[in-house]
């Protein structure tokens, strides 16, 4: 339900990668010139890295400058705290 809700605002981010097709696609287009590297790294465990008290606080932040119509952002935030 919470991803349903905040997906659209993720979608909209700049740095936002669809999924790793989009990816290799797109570093496919990358015209490579002498001296250029390219380097990549895949996360694991990703999430139990991030400090879920600071990521849930700038989230919050981040979301207050959205409408979820008649959802409290507090719902959506409770909602994220029980996923995180």
Do not use: C, H
């Given at each position: 339900?919470?991803e349903?809700?905040i997906?659209?605002?993720?979608?909209?981010?700049?740095?936002?990668?669809?999924?790793?097709?989009?990816?290799?696609?797109?570093?496919?287009?990358?015209?490579?010139?002498?001296?250029?590297?390219?380097?990549?790294?895949d996360a694991t465990?990703?999430?139990?890295?991030?400090?879920?008290?600071?990521?849930?606080?700038?989230?919050?932040?981040y979301?207050?400058?959205?409408?979820?119509?008649?959802?409290?952002?507090?719902?959506?935030?409770?909602?994220?705290?029980?996923?995180?």
């Amino acid at each position: 339900w919470v991803e349903r809700k905040i997906q659209p605002i993720a979608q909209q981010q700049p740095s936002f990668i669809k999924n790793s097709t989009y990816l290799k696609n797109a570093i496919l287009k990358v015209q490579v010139v002498n001296r250029m590297l390219i380097f990549t790294a895949d996360a694991t465990a990703m999430y139990t890295n991030i400090p879920t008290d600071i990521a849930l606080r700038i989230i919050g932040e981040y979301l207050q400058r959205y409408d979820f119509g008649n959802i409290p952002l507090s719902v959506i935030m409770d909602t994220l705290t029980l996923v995180m």
